[in-house]
């Protein structure tokens, strides 16, 4: 949902920005909707590497072009 005052992180921004749901990240990323909630909206939430390469790694192969520090570091 846009626009309800939540705090979003830059992924959480980016996934607003191109239509894409956390569920659609869930589905692709195979993380738990917890999981995904915190990277989208909790900038104090450091994610693993592995976490970072599963969210990168679907992203890209659904045509976007998008590296880890986009989002993390």
């Known amino acids: ?6 705090q979003r992180t830059k992924l959480g ?3 607003d920005k191109n239509g894409i749901t956390q569920g659609w990240l869930e ?3 195979g993380l ?9 909206g ?3 939430y450091e994610p693993r ?3 970072v390469q599963k969210v ?6 659904h045509g976007h072009d ?8």
Do not use: E, H, Q
């Open 32 to 40: 738990n909707k917890n999981s995904v909630s915190k990277l989208c």
């Open 49 to 51: 590497p592995s976490t």
């Open 27 to 29: 589905s692709k990323t």
């Open 1 to 6: 949902m846009f626009g309800l005052g939540k």
């Open 66 to 73: 998008v590296r880890a520090d986009d989002f993390w570091g």
């Open 56 to 61: 990168i790694s679907s992203l890209r192969k």
């Open 42 to 44: 909790d900038d104090s």
């Open 13 to 15: 921004r980016y996934i």
